[in-house]
């Protein structure tokens, strides 16, 4: 069971607005930043976003993110059929001294 | 670009030994920490551990802890995972990621392709 907690599924029609939540405690999320990663299938993880909001560089502004207390957001919008993927978020657990990861949310683009 | 490059897709029977490698290229090695993330089949994504290349110091999750050993390399920018007795659990894709050195909670900004590991009699 993962310590970070996410819908397993998620879907959209081209165009749509989604948002995929991630839900952790005070030591994980709630002292720390958050990072997404997108898995497209038979693929390496990719990182998306890192503390809480910032997008690497050719990650497009389409793909936003929030975080309130122990709580964070990944939010896309304009949804394309190649955002169709896996996506996790993660986070530093004090508590654990380590990484903790969600368990995913498949994002089905209809 | 950077890149982390990792070895082949390996089969091995219960008990035996493995290491697996990540080489890394266009950035200095040492500025950069090594994590390793395990995904079993058709699940999440697990961490590890890391390694700093500079002074070999690891920090491994509970989970993996006395199971597997992280060592690195740094006069081929190599880090390595070696595993002295495989189980059948053992059977899943393995990656390297790069993390900033310093900061506990810096993101996996650059991910190795992933070695995939299958362990059966």
């Known amino acids: 069971q993962s310590l970070l907690t996410q819908p397993p599924s998620a879907s959209g029609t081209p165009g749509q607005r989604v948002t995929i939540s991630c839900s952790g405690t005070?030591?994980?999320?709630?002292?720390?930043?958050v990072s997404w990663y997108q898995q497209v299938p038979g693929a390496a993880p990719k990182l998306l976003l890192s503390g809480n909001i910032q997008r690497p560089s050719g990650v497009p502004d389409r793909i936003s993110g929030s975080k309130s207390g122990t709580s964070a957001s990944l939010a896309i919008t304009g949804l394309q059929s190649d955002d169709e993927a896996d996506y996790f978020c993660a986070a530093w657990d004090d508590s654990l001294s380590g990484v903790v990861f969600g368990g995913g949310t498949k994002l089905t683009v209809l | 670009e950077v890149q982390l490059v990792q070895s082949g897709a390996e089969v091995k029977k219960p008990g035996e030994s493995l290491t697996i490698s990540c080489t890394a290229s266009a950035y200095t090695f040492t500025d950069y920490w090594i994590t390793w993330v395990r995904q079993m089949p058709g699940k999440g994504l697990e961490w590890m551990g890391r390694?700093?290349?500079?002074?070999?110091?690891?920090n491994y999750s509970p989970s993996f802890q006395g199971h597997v050993t992280f060592s690195v390399d740094k006069s081929i920018n190599t880090a390595s995972l070696h595993w002295s007795s495989l189980k059948a659990s053992d059977t899943g894709m393995y990656y390297c990621?790069?993390?900033?050195?310093?900061?506990?909670?810096?993101?996996?900004?650059?991910w190795g392709q992933g070695t995939l590991v299958t362990v059966s009699s």
């Open positions: 005070k030591s994980n999320i709630g002292s720390n930043a």
């Open positions: 990621a790069r993390v900033v050195s310093g900061s506990a909670d810096a993101p996996f900004d650059s």
């Open positions: 390694i700093d290349p500079r002074d070999s110091y690891t």
